[in-house]
């Protein structure tokens, strides 16, 4: 038998469009409304939030987190839930982008109704 009980409820916490909240450990990472931010689950307490990328998309890799804005834009930010540092960013795709994009090792792919782009980020580890 399922049971369920409210532990907390905070109306302007992660409020996603196109994408999904991105859970890693006791944190979450999602797009507020366009804006990066970084939930502690345990209290439902912001514990950051900054960067506009519009109602892009977000993939959470080993150890960072790669977003495409609704521009196109590519951004590689740092999964870090005392601070996020951005590490990349790249012009990519021309108009609205809304698409999931993929990463497979260091390469990904991203896409809008008009064209489809690869990017290889070369990083230390081979690994996003």
């Not at 944190?27 to 939030?49: M, P, S, T």
């Not at 609205?96 to 580890?125: F, H, K």
Request: with cysteine; net charge neutral.
């Amino acid at each position: 038998k399922w049971q369920a009980n409210e532990i907390w409820s905070r109306t302007p916490l992660l409020r996603t469009k196109f994408t999904s909240a991105l859970v890693d450990g006791g944190v979450a990472y999602g797009l507020n409304d366009g804006i990066l931010e970084c939930v502690e689950l345990d209290q439902g307490k912001r514990l950051w939030r900054q960067g506009r990328y519009g109602h892009g998309q977000v993939l959470l890799g080993e150890k960072n987190l790669v977003t495409a804005s609704e521009s196109g834009e590519l951004a590689v930010v740092t999964a870090d839930p005392s601070k996020p540092q951005v590490l990349a960013r790249l012009p990519v795709l021309q108009g609205t982008t809304w698409n999931p994009l993929a990463v497979v090792g260091s390469q990904i792919y991203l896409r809008n109704a008009q064209e489809m782009a690869r990017v290889d980020l070369q990083t230390d580890s081979d690994s996003l």
